[in-house]
């Protein structure tokens, strides 16, 4: 009794992280990049700027169980489902590949890279997930939810975000992600197995340095303060 009622209080006196996901549609990569900017200016101080550091541009096709990559690891979710044996264009394995324009066959998914080539690509399974130590993250999806799937967005904290179904074949769409606390995992969840998208331009928003406080020093002189005085004493116990 008393432990449920100690479990019950700290779940009410905890702080719940408070996480947004935000999905944006598009017209084109232009289009895209204007909502990504808009993005930024609406959720951040200009000092942060642009900063994509994962454009899948110098990866082998796999296709991987895990990946990693800098802006975390993407791994297949225990549980994910490969791509339909019968209706799937990919290799029908339950994992997740890196594709450019020359070797996908999938129609509608493709590099938003300026003068790039490749992306991640789900290769139609049904779990992906990124675990991640950033509180902070953006990028690019390509044609979601365009044959009979719902994809879903959800983070380690169980915020969800889910795109529409029937959109059209070789949409895009931006997605920024802002939490107060370390995301943990953002997760891909999608109800088709024959309905997978792509994944390009992961960027995350660089902290200013962090400047040490002034109510530290006062801090350390007490502690060396105190230093002195027992070491004084200790000699005077010694004598
Ligand atoms: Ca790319
Ligand atoms: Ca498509
Ligand atoms: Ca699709």
Redesign the pocket.
Known sequence: MKSTLLVLLAALVAPASSTTITIMPASGIADAVTARSNWLAANFDPDYTLNVTESFENYLYGPYPALLSSIGTFSVMPGSQPGDPLQSNGDKTNRFAILNSSDSPYI?RFNTTPGGKGWLDSNDITQLQLTTSLSNTYFFMT?????D?LLTLKTADGTTASFQMHLPDGSIYFVGITSDAPLGTISWLNSSTN???GLDDFGKIEEPPEVPEPASLPTAAAALIAIIFFTKMKRREVM
Not at 143 to 147: A, E, M, N, P, Y
């Open positions: 509608g044609d979601v939810d365009d044959v799937g309905d997978g998208f």
